[in-house]
């Protein structure tokens, strides 16, 4: 069964550091997605892709985020300057369209921890 | 702004229990509503998609139904197992796409 991965399973990092967090979606599904889970906590959206360009974002997606295609398979969700605040767990989800029959499915999640 | 909420927070039944999780959220505009299960430290696993348009949507044990004017959904889980014990987010969909969780149901099936 068509699943959606992501690398790193972990990734440590110190504060002021950049980090990119890897997810390859499901091969037919037109729509990406971004959120994460600090622990204890909700799980929050982040962003969400389609078509190559950002559909909406959250107020949490500031400046320091950006998500990128780099090529058909892989799409990225890069920190530019890590807080301390950004430690949590980012899921990558995808879905074959935005409408109502359309379910989205998760990936397994990067665990990031900021020293 | 969609706010959902989700009782009980916790849940400890003996196994072959049926049981009920509640969801509610603050705006009935929504496209859908999906069920996921999150295991400690693990992803999430959707477990139903029920339509905006749809009552009832069921998958195996798993039965979930949806009010949307009045702003609701439940999980009915039949016959439960300890392999159920997890913690169950409930999820509405708007307009722009994204999801808005609940805190979830932390359930615990004793054996």
């Known amino acids: 069964e068509p699943e959606v991965t992501q690398t790193p399973s972990h990734q440590v990092t110190q504060m002021g550091q950049e980090v990119i967090l890897r997810c390859v979606p499901i091969?037919?599904?037109?729509?990406f997605y971004w959120y994460r889970q600090i622990l204890g906590q909700k799980v929050e959206f982040l962003v969400s892709?389609?078509?190559?360009?950002?559909?909406?974002k959250s107020e949490i997606f500031d400046d320091q985020f950006s998500v990128e295609r780099p090529d058909g398979s892989n799409f990225t969700l890069k920190i530019r300057s890590t807080k301390l605040e950004d430690s949590a767990m980012y899921f990558c989800?995808?879905?074959?369209?935005?409408?109502?029959?359309?379910?989205?499915?998760f990936g397994p999640g990067t665990r990031l921890t900021v020293l | 702004k969609q706010e959902v909420t989700q009782i009980p927070a916790a849940l400890s039944v003996p196994e072959g229990e049926n049981l009920v999780l509640n969801c509610s959220f603050t705006?009935?505009?929504?496209?859908?509503l999906q069920w996921f299960r999150q295991d400690p430290g693990k992803g999430l696993t959707s477990l139903l998609l029920?339509?905006?348009?749809?009552r009832e949507q069921t998958s195996g044990r798993l039965n979930a139904s949806l009010d949307k004017s009045s702003g609701r959904s439940t999980l009915y889980i039949a016959a439960s197992q300890p392999g159920d014990s997890a913690t169950y987010l409930c999820?509405?969909?708007?307009?722009?796409?994204?999801?808005?969780f609940g805190k979830g149901t932390k359930l615990s099936v004793k054996p």
């Open positions: 029920i339509q905006s348009s749809q």
């Open positions: 999820a509405p969909r708007g307009s722009q796409g994204n999801l808005i």
């Open positions: 989800a995808s879905s074959e369209a935005a409408g109502t029959y359309n379910e989205q499915f």
């Open positions: 892709f389609y078509n190559n360009e950002i559909s909406e």
């Open positions: 091969s037919n599904h037109l729509y």
């Open positions: 705006d009935s505009a929504i496209y859908n």
